[in-house]
């Protein structure tokens, strides 16, 4: 499965909402075990290693604020982000995991404005 | 707390090979699969393969197979990747990252290790 993110780079300032998409070329799995769709988005700062956030496509993984939140079924998915803090602008990638061996998109850069 | 805990940088000559350790704590090491996944300067994320923490069974991605080794040493919580026949196209920052029931869903990630390929 090929995932495309979008856009590359999203500008915005603090405070401002951010919305990332991720499409799949295929959709992506269900799990037999809790229905949940098997699409995860990870957070990157520079230097640092991806931090998951989201998974199940939309539920929180240990410790993750509440302005970060996931959405999406089947083929189109969305990581939104209400209102953007300082420590937010990163990389961010989409995975789906239902399909050995996981694939990742190329990723969306959230900046500041 | 959950540590992966990765060996430091290295750079390696063309054709050289290289072994990069992780050490995990903070958790059941043989209940969860290790995977290692890569970074080049710049670019995506890009799965390497997994071992079984556990049973030492190991997979790996179709462009490293016969070149890279995954194995672990259960009596010090440690998992290992070798990359042979290093190319400059290895260089990267190299990730150790758990996965429970082999979902290939990472929840803890350890902290990367730069691998250079220079001559």
């Known amino acids: 499965i090929v995932l495309t993110q979008s856009p590359g780079t999203l500008s915005l300032s603090p405070g401002e909402r951010a919305t990332l998409s991720c499409r799949a070329s295929?959709?992506?799995?269900?799990?037999?075990?809790?229905?949940?769709?098997?699409l995860a988005w990870y957070q990157q700062k520079p230097g640092q290693a991806p931090r998951l956030l989201i998974y199940g496509a939309s539920s929180r993984a240990t410790g993750i604020p509440d302005r970060f939140s996931g959405s999406g079924s089947g083929t189109d998915f969305t990581l939104t982000i209400s209102r953007l803090e300082p420590e937010d602008f990163a990389v961010y990638y989409c995975?789906?995991?239902?399909?050995?061996?996981?694939?990742f998109g190329q990723g969306t850069k959230v900046e500041i404005k | 707390q959950v540590q992966l805990v990765q060996s430091g940088a290295d750079v390696k000559k063309p054709g050289a090979s290289v072994k990069v350790s992780c050490k995990a704590s903070?958790?059941?090491?043989?209940?969860?699969?290790m995977h290692w996944v890569r970074q080049a300067p710049g670019q995506g994320l890009e799965w390497v393969g997994w071992i079984n923490s556990n049973s030492g069974d190991t997979n790996y991605a179709q462009k490293f197979q016969g070149r890279v080794t995954m194995t672990r040493d259960t009596s010090i919580n440690t998992a290992y990747m070798e990359v042979n026949n290093l190319r400059s196209d290895d260089t990267a920052v190299y990730y150790c990252t758990r996965d429970q029931w082999l979902r290939f869903l990472f929840d803890y990630w350890g902290q990367g290790t730069l691998v250079t390929v220079s001559s």
């Open positions: 903070g958790y059941t090491f043989t209940a969860y699969y």
């Open positions: 295929q959709s992506v799995s269900i799990s037999r075990s809790d229905s949940s769709t098997q």
């Open positions: 995975q789906q995991y239902g399909s050995s061996p996981g694939t």
